[in-house]
């Protein structure tokens, strides 16, 4: 599977220059069933790499693009009268899907952010009276402009802590943008094929669930989620006064997941502490929720991972 995995990411990059870094969090998040949250000014692919992904999968891909008039029903669906009929049929909504993509999910308003908090825990959706389960493999991608204020609305924290990882998107690098304006401007991206079938990633899902991690390093991440809400406790008193709150029980389970997923990434068939200090800004900095202290100083929660894994020791 290692190979598919190379060709996988060969596929991709006909369309996606760079962005290495977004595309792992991506195939993650797919074998471990955990959304991403993908942050970041207009114009860094966050969405052609959603859809490219897709493709090379052979997936079902559905976008909506989040707006502030979006009801609840525009995601979820409905149940539409039948005149002829007299009964009441169910219109599913583009949730039903393997990959959804929630393009600039910050821009519609709390309610309808809401619509997503049952399928993103549970998998399922109510409409009416009547559960529906979501097909398998099923992954929610959002978007958010960090730059924009006006027409934006923030996340809940209840919302936030169901994505598994927040990634911040940056910039290519100047090699990579120069590649990326020559193609644009001749219009040489190359077509996507399908590497990865839905059989393919439930087999990649369980080698995943079989990369070995030892108990030590089990214990180690929970001191490091620990950490964020007693700091006083592993000798950094200098945090008690940043954080409001701490991570939550499922940044631990989702740092237990994501670690054995990106050791597959790497080709490793057991997790290191390496692994670990890939995977925890990404999982944790969504989920550290600043005080006013912190946010008057300046401080960000990536500095205050980098300090806990200074100073937490490592197996």
Do not use: W
Request: aromatic content about 8%; glycine content about 4%; proline content about 4%.
């Amino acid at each position: 599977m290692q190979n598919k995995i190379k060709q996988l990411k060969q596929e991709i990059s006909k369309q996606v220059i760079g962005q290495e870094h977004m595309i792992d969090a991506l195939l993650i998040g797919l074998f471990t069933n955990g959304h991403i949250l993908l942050e970041g000014v207009p114009g860094l692919a966050k969405t052609t790499t959603i859809n490219a992904l897709a493709k090379s999968l052979n997936l079902e891909f559905k976008r909506v693009q989040f707006t502030p008039d979006l009801l609840p029903s525009d995601i979820i669906g409905a149940q539409i009268y039948d005149m002829k009929s007299g009964d009441f049929k169910i219109k599913k909504g583009p949730v039903f899907t393997n990959l959804l993509l929630a393009d600039e999910i910050n821009r519609a308003p709390a309610k309808v952010q809401s619509a997503l908090l049952e399928v993103m825990q549970e998998r399922q959706v109510t409409i009416g009276e009547t559960t529906y389960k979501i097909d398998d493999p099923f992954l929610v991608l959002a978007t958010q402009n960090p730059v924009e204020q006006e027409g934006a609305y923030s996340l809940p924290e209840a919302q936030l802590d169901r994505f598994m990882f927040k990634i911040i998107v940056g910039y290519n690098t100047k090699e990579e943008e120069y590649q990326i304006a020559l193609k644009a401007a001749n219009a040489t991206f190359e077509t996507i094929n399908a590497i990865l079938h839905k059989e393919d990633i439930e087999t990649i899902k369980q080698d995943v669930k079989n990369i070995h991690i030892d108990k030590e390093l089990e214990e180690y991440i929970v001191d490091l989620i620990f950490a964020t809400r007693e700091p006083k406790k592993y000798n950094l008193e200098g945090l008690e006064n940043f954080i409001e709150f701490g991570a939550s029980p499922r940044a631990t389970i989702d740092m237990f997941k994501s670690v054995k997923a990106m050791a597959y990434l790497r080709g490793n068939n057991y997790v290191s502490p390496i692994d670990i200090a890939l995977c925890i800004k990404d999982v944790l900095r969504h989920r550290i929720i600043l005080s006013y202290e912190a946010l008057a100083s300046d401080i960000t929660a990536d500095q205050i991972i980098q300090n806990i894994l200074e100073k937490v020791p490592v197996p």
